[in-house]
């Protein structure tokens, strides 16, 4: 009965590699995020989809990039991935509501860049 | 959006009622506050949000001064359980976009 789901909890790979990190909500939300947040502990917005419409991007390089095969997922694909992508990137999802805004968080993916 | 100011750090003991404050000087009239709470190793989970005045919910309330130039988020006899970091946003009436400060990790004691 997970609400939103990551896989892997845990990923660890070399420089240059590419690597995909899948996200799911079960929510039926209609707009989904993807955040970092690093050793400092610091939560970054990176993405947001909503109706598979990029609405927010932020100074992201371009190595990373969103794809939403439909409104319940949305998977972040790195490419040619550095030591300072080691992070642990969170998933999550609402719907979109003026004046409430409760994003609902997935359990995080741990990013180890070697 | 306009910056949160947050403290780093609070101490606590089970049982106290905690208050933690968080000045945003430059909101803007759109501009809600919302307060989320992280537990190590896990995504950071909503707690309440409020435009102006008070409001409570069964696990917070949510202090708003006429100026909303600062909000105080009250935990009523907190427990070890809360032991977490909690983090004060500002998020506009009409978007979802989110800013996250540092936050303020509290310890709660036994």
């Known amino acids: 009965d997970t609400a939103v789901s990551q896989t892997p909890k845990y990923l660890v790979t070399q420089m240059g590699n590419d690597k995909s990190i899948k996200c799911e909500q079960n929510l039926g939300h209609d707009t989904m995020y993807w955040y970092k947040q690093d050793s400092k502990k610091f939560l970054k917005i990176m993405f947001s989809y909503n109706n598979k419409e990029l609405i927010i991007n932020e100074t992201v390089p371009n190595r990373f990039s969103p794809k939403s095969p439909d409104k319940a997922h949305l998977n972040l694909h790195i490419n040619s991935l550095e030591l300072g992508d080691s992070a642990v990137y969170f998933c999550?999802?609402?719907?979109?509501?003026?004046?409430?805004?409760?994003?609902?968080f997935g359990p995080g993916t741990r990013l180890t860049v070697l | 959006l306009a910056k949160t100011t947050q403290p780093i750090s609070m101490d606590s003991y089970e049982g106290q009622e905690v208050n933690i404050t968080c000045s945003h000087n430059n909101i803007a009239t759109n501009d809600y506050i919302t307060w989320y709470q992280q537990f190590p190793s896990q995504g950071p989970r909503f707690i309440i949000q409020?435009?102006?005045t008070k409001v409570t919910n069964e696990v917070a309330s949510l202090f708003i001064p006429a100026d909303r130039k600062s909000s105080t988020l009250s935990l009523p006899r907190v427990s070890l359980s809360d032991t977490a970091v909690y983090y004060c946003l500002l998020n506009s009436y009409n978007n979802n976009d989110m800013r996250f400060g540092a936050g303020t990790r509290l310890t709660v004691k036994p």
């Open positions: 999550a999802s609402n719907r979109r509501e003026r004046g409430h805004n409760e994003q609902f």
């Open positions: 409020g435009y102006k």
